[in-house]
């Protein structure tokens, strides 16, 4: 990924960040992370489900022939998580469940 | 209408949705405890089992955020879906270009409006009975005290009230067995909590009422140690329930 494209996402993802019923995100590489969560103490549970989610979606899209894998969205009573890979990068965004997920994935892509 | 006809009623909903809606591949229904309740005729159990596993592992890490309440795979030749209805989870898979107000059509409208017609007219509920319910289970026995060197530590009911509570009940492995062919297992009760008026309770053995003449009275046959635990007399009334 280019210097200019991983710039370019920072801060479409600094302004996500700040709207409203946004909880927080998880972007990671090969190499490095970069997490910003509103509650910090979550930061081991939520990055265990961002991975897990990327780990089932990855099989269940090849083992299912469904293709490359786009994105996944979880809904629980109250959050959303909606992880995609844009570019080399693995996003999982957290959100409450009230917020527009297909505009936000919209403004990253 | 019986599980039986529920069962097959449930996997013509599914065939017929299919129909309506032809972008839709694969779908299946399985309760929160992973039985498959019902699939269309073109998806394998291997398929079934595949994706039950892989739910299982993510409802596991997901208590972070909650119960799960739906789940969407975006993929470049299609898009796999997980929507929970009450205690069932219906899964779609369907092509890429399926409209969402149609998925939304299916998973939120169409297949919840199924589930509650058949259940009206099914004798029993697909969720498990609230407690309250349970208690429908119990009978309330009339106490006669057991005594001497044989009394045991068992108590004695009437075989009917055992052989009707033998039944195994629980809708889904009925409608499980009306899919699979299995044969529903009949578990023998070998446990009964006895509760008293004044709330006394205990869990306890039981078997079948061995005098002939005490038969058909609706009487529970109770060790003399144990009456004076639960602090009853012979004529008192109890309320049974098999564990």
Known sequence: MTKNKNENLQEKLQEIKDKEGIIGYILRDEKSASIDLKDP????????????????GLNISEDLQMGELETILLESEETKLLSMNIDEQRLSLFMEK???????????? | MNRDLYAIALNNALKEIKKAYPEIHHSFIFSNESNIIAADTETDQETMTYILESFETLK??????????????VGKNGKIMLVN?????????????????HIYSVTNIILPT???????????????????????????????????FFAGDSVQIDTEILTAWNINDDPRERVRAALTGEKI??????NVKIETLDGNSTLCKVKEI????????????IPEKLCKNLEINKGDLVKVQPM
Not at chain 2, 60 to 73: C, M, R, V, Y
Not at chain 2, 185 to 190: D, G, H, I, K, M
Not at chain 2, 210 to 221: A, E, F, P, Y
Request: charged share 30%; no cysteine.
């Open chain 1, 41 to 56: 103490k979550k930061i081991i549970e939520y990055a265990m489900l961002s991975s897990t989610a990327f780990d089932v």
């Open chain 1, 98 to 109: 009230n917020v527009n997920h297909e505009k936000i994935y919209k403004e990253l892509t």
């Open chain 2, 60 to 73: 596991e890490d997901s208590k972070a955020i909650g119960n799960i309440k739906s789940f969407q795979l």
């Open chain 2, 85 to 101: 209805i009450d205690d069932m989870n219906l899964v779609l898979k369907t092509s890429k270009n399926m409209d969402n107000t």
């Open chain 2, 114 to 148: 199924i589930l509650k017609t058949l259940e009206a007219f099914t004798p029993t509920h697909l969720q498990p009975a609230p407690p309250e319910q349970k208690e429908t289970n119990h009978k309330e026995l009339e106490v006669d005290t057991l005594s001497g």
């Open chain 2, 185 to 190: 297992v009949q578990e023998p009760v070998e």
């Open chain 2, 210 to 221: 061995d005098d002939q003449k005490l038969k058909g009275k609706n009487i529970i046959r």
